[in-house]
């Protein structure tokens, strides 16, 4: 597979350690703010859509409550006749519907993703089956449990939030509006203490300015207790109302499926090409070869001697294009003697020297090993090909149920795995089977590949 490598030359690398890749490039480009983050939050509109969000979740989860609470209990109600299973369903269709659009809601105040639940599935079409697939569906139980459990927490946050915001801007501008006290109430000013005989009221530049700094405490603090109180709703929706994991799971083995079909088909199409465009067409020439000196053997015999010779020249060069065909596919010596000797085999046929460490106390299952296998060996190929190092590493380890891969050299840098190169490809056959693979490439270099598989053993 073909890597993209930018322009540039890099300088030489010391040896890769056993450990995670380091070293990757920062991001720069992000808008810098002359306010602390303390300071200028009353004021993001991040604040105020969280705010609007914990708002608006009261009377929204009243509506959510009231409607689960009445459609589930009728249809309850109703079971010992035909109606009851028919107004659980559609309960339970109204609150996917609700659910649907409190992810909407989620998605517009809380910038909240979260992915579609998994549809119904139905066998055959009809009300009936319809019914069926409402009443077995996980997320159908999980929105009503979603409607009910959001309405006391709901009223909780919505009176922390609104509590805090009052208090906090009311005190904040008590310099502005304290004489409404004297004007308007006939007291000196907010009563802070009373009873019988004493009063205390909040009258005096100092009582004042005090209030105020109270003020700007409880205005500062506001929206760091509503961003907590948002995050229960973020946990809340996504726990309730997104896909849950078992049909997360399964998409995502459905992705890997079709990935691992799709690159099955691509290596026999590659197996096929190879073996139509080069052996086997040195074998077709060979035979015509034999042919004609077979043909010349009586009239010319020095002639079909040089015939037979080429022919002895073409079985070798179509006996190593076999060899490397079947080391492409599965190598023996990958089978027979594991993975530091296939390792060294095929670092020794790299154009650039090649240092090779395998720290392994037995071996992985036969398909991790192949995939390491071919990983490192496609990763080589691309050095040789696009990085003009002069230097590699390659270092293979075990962290845990885990097999490390870091293959690192001095090269020009520009490896971008998300640019749709072979590294792309390469990540997306390691994801097939729970792997990762991360690339450390700055624009000069140097280059540094790591890629975790899953470790089984037999």
Known sequence: ????????????????????????????????????????????????????????????????????????????????????????????????????????????LLDLEVADPEPLRMRRSGFMAWMGAVLKSGTSWRSLLYAVLHLPWATFSFVVAVNVWAYGWALLTYPLWFWVFPVWAGQDGLQLYGDETHHIYLDNPFEITVTALIGLLFTLATPWIVRALTMVDRLLVHGLLGPSRLATRVVELESDRGVVVDTAAADLRRIERDLHDGAQARLVALAMDLGLAKEKLAEDPQAAARMVDEAHGEVKTALQELRDLARGIHPAVLTDRGLDAALSAVASRCTVPVEVQVDLDERPVPAIEGIAYFTVSELLQNISKHSRATWAAVDVWRVENRLMLQVVDNGIGGADVSGGSGLAGLAERLDAVDGILVADSPVGGPTRVTAELPWRTV
Do not use: D
Not at 19 to 38: I, N, V
Not at 48 to 70: H, Q
């Open 1 to 108: 597979m073909a890597t993209e490598y930018g322009q540039g030359y890099g300088q030489g690398l010391g040896h890769a350690g056993h450990g995670p890749a380091s070293g990757f490039p920062e991001h720069g480009g992000e808008r810098q703010h002359r306010l602390p983050a303390g300071l200028r939050a009353p004021f993001e509109a991040r604040t105020w859509r969280e705010f609007g969000y914990v708002l608006l979740s009261l009377p929204i989860s009243i509506v959510l409550f009231v409607y689960a609470v009445t459609m589930v209990s009728l249809g309850a109600g109703l079971l010992v006749t035909f109606l009851g299973i028919p107004i659980l369903a559609a309960g339970l269709a109204g609150c996917r519907g609700l659910g649907a659009l409190e992810r909407a809601r989620a998605r517009a």
